[in-house]
């Protein structure tokens, strides 16, 4: 108990200097005073302390940071791509020496001589290591880790009503519900058996697919704590040397990159949701190679169907399909007020139209800044769509900066038949339009021939009445009035097959005369 009250301690301390520099952003002496302009670079110096502060704290804090990288609902854009650099940091002294947990789990089947460190992780360490004349990867969580993030994890649920006393009120309702979140993935990440069938399920996806590699994992030699895996080895796809003496290019690349990666969340369900350059390599025989599952997710049907809805929807800049396919994704609340959210989705999708050039960290920058004034919250499987969008972009960026990632996007849907394209839009539009009208286009005919019928027998009186008993104004407007109407139903009896227009076309001539005769007399 002692121990939880100082972690409380510490972690008030290490952030009470940044909840007292938001306080004064507000108010400028705390509890008073107007609030003050802080600069944007201001902002970044104060994201760069507490990312330095998160580092400080360990592996729990590390993996805090990563995912508010991508909850643009609760950190504004500044604080999110300055706590998206945690990705490759690695606090060295968190937790004891991983060669004890391979020793534990191997024992003497494996030479430890053999063991060589080639990355490390907030949360693992991968070694490679020759077993039984061959070599292998090994990723071994850090011994000891658990109980230290579930410390951390139980502070910060401890802390959350604290910080929402700091947080606007539309912050609020995402943060009530982010311990959960990093708990559960967090949660997700330690468990390596878990990585390892998603690992074995997409390998599974691409055994036909020659452009990607997956690494093969030794189902016999993993446990909860180590995952055994087959060594692969490939250039950093950053590197300025990684396409060298391979026959694809930087921008082919790049377009495989954003292909597997949308194959992967919206034709298999199953994804790795960390796509940065350090994940990814070029191999000798030019094949993306993916590195490090951890972070990756499964997505139901629906939730499938409604990401493609929603980019469906801004395809086709319909607002209303927009708002519904945010409600489905738990992005909106069901209640809120549709109306004026549409408003704003429709100064959205107008701010972009007016823009040279759209891409996808733009379009979930401008929902997120417009939506502010709503409750919304970004759930954890979207949370990780988002960043699988936006890193990968951002690879793709750095291959090729001419890449238009939104381009890609769309014609991969095209081609998958999961969105129509634009040509098959416009005539499905058309062809709806026209379903819906066409009962009432039938009916016109018929509706034409009992008027004509009324009109034969006489049955029909045209009644025009003055307001008042003053006679002002034309007394034989309502001839006129007719003979417009009567015009306007002709010219849409045109396109019927028989010649209705001719008779209307001449009871519309006789009351125009009647209408002239009638106004000489007067």
């Not at 409380?8 to 009470?16: A, D, K, S, T």
């Not at 109407?485 to 209307?504: G, M």
């Amino acid at each position: 108990m002692r121990g939880m009250s100082r972690r409380y301690l510490v972690v008030i301390f290490q952030f009470l200097p940044f909840a007292l520099a938001f306080l004064r952003d507000r108010r400028r002496f705390v509890l008073f005073g107007s609030g003050r302009q802080v600069t944007d670079d201001r902002h970044r110096q104060r994201a760069e302390r507490m990312r330095d502060t998160m580092l400080e704290l360990g592996p729990a804090f590390v993996k805090i940071g990563q995912v508010l990288s991508t909850r643009p609902d609760i950190v504004p854009p500044i604080y999110a791509d300055v706590f998206g650099t945690l990705q490759d940091e690695v606090p060295e002294d968190a937790g004891g020496d991983p060669t004890r947990i391979v020793d534990e789990e191997f024992g003497d089947e494996l030479d430890r001589s053999t063991l060589e460190p080639i990355a490390g992780g907030s949360l693992a360490y991968v070694y490679t290591a020759q077993y039984q004349g061959k070599r292998i990867a090994l990723k071994v969580r850090r011994p000891g880790l658990e109980p230290l993030i579930e410390r951390d994890l139980r502070v910060v649920r401890g802390l959350i009503p604290l910080v929402s006393l700091f947080a606007t009120e539309r912050q609020q309702y995402s943060i009530e519900n982010a311990a959960d979140d990093f708990e559960d993935i967090i949660s997700d990440e330690l468990d390596f058996d878990r990585e390892g069938t998603i690992m074995r399920d997409i390998r599974e996806n691409f055994a036909d697919d020659d452009r990607v590699v997956i690494p093969e994992v030794y189902e016999t030699l993993s446990s909860e704590r180590v995952l055994a895996m087959e060594y692969l080895t490939g250039r950093k796809i950053t590197d300025d040397d990684a396409f060298d003496g391979v026959d694809v290019t930087p921008h082919e690349m790049a377009t495989r990159i954003i292909d597997v990666y949308l194959e992967m969340g919206l034709v298999d369900g199953v994804f790795h949701a960390d796509p940065h350059p350090g994940n990814l390599a070029v191999t000798d025989d030019g094949r993306l190679l993916l590195f490090d599952f951890g972070m990756s997710e499964r997505l139901s049907a629906t939730i499938q169907e409604d990401i493609v809805g929603l980019y469906r929807a801004l395809v086709r800049r319909d607002v209303d399909d927009l708002v519904d396919a945010l409600i489905a994704l738990d992005v909106l609340e069901p209640h809120v007020n549709r109306s004026e959210v549409g408003r704003v989705l429709e100064l959205v999708i107008e701010n972009l139209e007016g823009r040279s050039e759209v891409t996808w960290r733009m379009i979930i920058t401008e929902l997120t800044t417009m939506l502010r004034d709503f409750p919304f919250r970004i759930p954890p499987d979207v949370m990780l769509l988002i960043r699988v969008g936006t890193v990968g972009e951002g690879v793709c960026r750095q291959l090729d900066p001419e890449f238009d990632f939104l381009a890609v996007v769309r014609s991969f849907l095209a081609e998958q038949g999961l969105i129509e394209s634009e040509l098959d839009t416009i005539i499905e539009e058309t062809w709806r339009d026209a379903r819906q009208s066409l009962p009432a286009l039938t009916r016109i005919p018929a509706r034409f021939d009992r008027t004509l019928y009324r009109l034969e027998r006489g049955e029909v009186v045209v009644r025009t009445e003055p307001v008042d008993d003053r006679r002002v104004g034309d007394p034989y407007l309502g001839y006129a009035v007719v003979v417009g109407a009567l015009v306007v139903a002709a010219s849409i009896l045109t396109f019927h097959a028989r010649p209705y227009e001719l008779p209307v076309l001449a009871v519309a001539a006789a009351f125009f005369l009647v209408y002239l005769i009638r106004r000489r007399a007067s």
